[in-house]
């Protein structure tokens, strides 16, 4: 990078990038977004006028071209994260690519040596790990005050069944484990701070759209220590994270789309409340996980190396991965 600030371009006027993640970065002093592409250039336009980017592109290819931009932002549907990133980074920019990373593990390995034979970053937008919820619930497990955690309990859905909508379409990457389960699988890996062992899933597929609708796993992080998870396209929006230490539990209330307007509330509990005791909590400053995640990137193009590397992507994949076969062959799956 040339210039003190990265200069980004947004591929797609994908509703994520739209509604949260370009208004965030635009909130920023660290950072400018410069240009927005679509494949149809009145919606590039028009998604430009309305978030004030000043270049607006016809095609994903013109964004790649333009010398001006240093990183590519990529909310595309699942199938076309790991394609048009490569497509970027040949293109010599960086790239934050949404969630999931790519389809299965393999593909989401070609990013390895894509970035290794470009020289460019590439990182997966896991913007939670970013919020300062998280990281205040890490210093509380590594801080020992839980105890040795033993259990994460976590539960994420939300009622979708619009059949136009890319969560819905089973060949373009669509279903829960893909679209949410890979939150509870990074947020476990995150806490543990280690890579799970064997898992073993549940999984009910939508009879019209052929994607998991309901899946809930077993992910087996050795010596006993477990995450429980239940993610679900279909179930009454909810989301909640238990950390079970021996001594006390942390639980996040709001995950994974905590409102930036709002503090976050972490409660802390030994399980007094049982008995009438007040459980505590802690407020914490109201934060834009996906503004602190596109600094973080800039920071680490700027050092050279990211504080969550592609390879940690791969690895996170390769658990869904695994959970799919568990479903498939009915039993754990070591990984
Ligand atoms: N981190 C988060 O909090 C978060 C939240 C929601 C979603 N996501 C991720 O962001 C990505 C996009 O999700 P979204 O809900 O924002 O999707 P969306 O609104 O449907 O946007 C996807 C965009 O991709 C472009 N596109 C290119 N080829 C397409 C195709 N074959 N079918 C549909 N769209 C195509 C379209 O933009 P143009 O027409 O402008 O080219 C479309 O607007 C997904 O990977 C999802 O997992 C992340």
Known sequence: MTQDKLRWGIISTAAIGANHVIPAMLQSSRLSVDAIASRDAAKAEDAAKALGIPKSYGS???LLADPEIDA???PLPNH???PVTIQALEAGKHVLCEKPIALDAKEAAQLIEARDRTGKQVAEAFMVRHHP???RAKALVDDGVLGRVRAIQ????????????VRNMADIGGGALYDIGCYAILTSRFIFGREPVR???LIEVDPTFKTDRLASAIVDYGDGDRLVFTCATQLVPHQSVAIMGTKKSVTVEIPFNQDPTRPARLRIDDGGYIKGAAPQYEDLE??????????AFGEGVAKGSLLYPIEDAVKNMAVIDALFESARTGGWVSL
């Not at 976590?154 to 909508?165: R, W």
């Not at 109201?286 to 600094?295: G, K, R, S, T, V």
């Open 80 to 82: 076309l994260h790991v």
């Open 72 to 74: 590519i932002y990529n």
């Open 133 to 135: 919820q998280w990281l």
């Open 60 to 62: 994903y290819e013109a």
């Open 286 to 295: 109201p934060a834009n996980q996906y503004m602190l995640q596109a600094e």
């Open 199 to 201: 898992v073993v899933s």
């Open 154 to 165: 976590t539960m994420f859905s939300y009622y979708n069944d619009d059949a136009a909508n």
